[in-house]
């Protein structure tokens, strides 16, 4: 077996606000920068955290989704690929750059603040992309309409 595993699986939150570029051929180009805490305590006892921030790159559709509808401090699920890039800096000294493609997104939790908006529905579907295969909204089998008048929206999982 030639072949190797390249895969990074996140759960965190956005730093800051998707930055959105596009391509001279017009594909949409994001990146966002996403936090992970890792929490313990150490011998004495004492509550110890260390967090690590990652750079992650949307491509295509994806990238069009993620830039509309993240937002900074908003938790994310994501699913892609480590890519490290070699570049000349200022000062003539060889860098290295390493950041995570993605090639899935979903996002999790509420919004920030509480905040209810227009996008309120892609809140609780999420966005999702495998391979290609983008969609915004989970689909349905059922022909009977679910009635969800029950639970409250702050209690609904996804």
Known sequence: MARGINKVILVGNLGNDPDVKYSQGGAAITTISVATTDAWKD??????????????????????I????????????IEGSLRTDKYTGKDGVERYSTDII??????????????????????????????????N?????SSAPFDDSSFPEDDIPF
């Open 66 to 77: 993620a830039g509309e509808y993240l937002k900074k401090g908003r938790q994310v699920y």
């Open 102 to 135: 993605a090639n899935e997104m979903q996002m999790l939790g509420g919004m920030p603040g509480g905040e209810r908006g227009a996008d309120r529905g892609t809140e609780r579907s999420g966005a999702r992309s495998t391979g290609g295969n983008e969609r």
């Open 137 to 141: 909204a989970p689909s349905s089998s």
């Open 43 to 64: 011998k004495d006892g004492n509550k110890q955290e260390r967090t690590e921030w990652h750079r992650v790159k949307f491509f295509g559709r994806l990238a069009e």
